[in-house]
T-cell receptor, first 116, second 110 residues
Framework: GAVVSQHPSRVICKSGTSVKIECRSLDFQATTMFWYRQFPKQSLMLMATSNEGSKATYEQGVEKDKFLINHASLTLSTLTVTSAHPEDSSFYIC????????????FGQGTRLTVV | RKEVEQDPGPFNVPEGATVAFNCTYSNSASQSFFWYRQDCRKEPKLLMSVYSSGNEDGRFTAQLNRASQYISLLIRDSKLSDSATYLC???????????FGSGTRLSIRP
């Protein structure tokens, strides 16, 4: 299957700093990328959807100024958690989809963010 | 109401048992459906797609009922390695969204 690479897999940062997470589709053009957050023992919650070259669409309750998403190319999307706080500590995971929505979504390996 | 709803479980069944999960979706515009499996602290991995005609992959059978807006997953002869969280997923092509259910936790005991 297609490969989506997410980096870093784990990051610990100080409160108030910003963290950037990268999501790359390695062998296909990802027209749409999705960013999810998962708290312990909870399901994946969609944060935002980004289409290449356009602004991301954020889900209700997700602060777009805090979670900056950039999808500048068909193979790369980034999520920047700005001014991180301990409550932002979570498992962040990206997913990429190609031209048709009838195919499966491919997931990155996830990033475990801990804000101290 | 959530767009995709699942019974969270946990389901705790003995090895060899047959277990079934259901998932309902609220948006009739949903076009594609999938079952994913997620192991603890790992990313979800595709288990199988779900078709209206029903599809089977070894011990796993998936079914889609568009009239009633639900999908199901049946696991026969369950193995210890089947213990995981199972997520049903709906693709909404019109909104370019992929929505996950909350997941059903399955635990297989020896």
């Amino acid at each position: 299957g297609a490969v989506v690479s997410q980096h870093p897999s784990r990051v610990i940062c100080k409160s108030g700093t910003s963290v950037k997470i990268e999501c790359r589709s390695l062998d296909f053009q990802a027209t749409t990328m999705f960013w999810y957050r998962q708290f312990p023992k909870q399901s994946l919650m969609l944060m935002a959807t980004s289409n290449e070259g356009s602004k991301a669409t954020y889900e209700q309750g997700v602060e777009k100024d805090k979670f900056l998403i950039n999808h500048a190319s068909l193979t790369l999307s980034t999520l920047t958690v700005t001014s991180a706080h301990p409550e932002d500590s979570s498992f962040y995971i990206c997913s990429a989809s190609g031209q048709t929505m009838n195919t499966e979504a491919f997931f990155g390996q996830g990033t475990r963010l801990t804000v101290v | 109401r959530k767009e995709v709803e699942q019974d969270p479980g946990p389901f705790n069944v003995p090895e060899g048992a047959t277990v079934a999960f259901n998932c309902t979706y609220s948006n009739s515009a949903s076009q594609s459906f999938f079952w994913y499996r997620q192991d603890c602290r790992k990313e979800p991995k595709l288990l199988m797609s779900v078709y209206s005609s029903g599809n089977e992959d070894g011990r796993f059978t998936a079914q889609l009922n568009r009239a009633s807006q639900y999908i199901s997953l049946l696991i026969r002869d369950s193995k210890l390695s089947d213990s995981a969280t199972y997520l049903c997923v709906a693709h909404y092509s019109s909104a370019s969204k992929i929505i996950f259910g909350s997941g059903t936790r399955l635990s297989i005991r020896p």
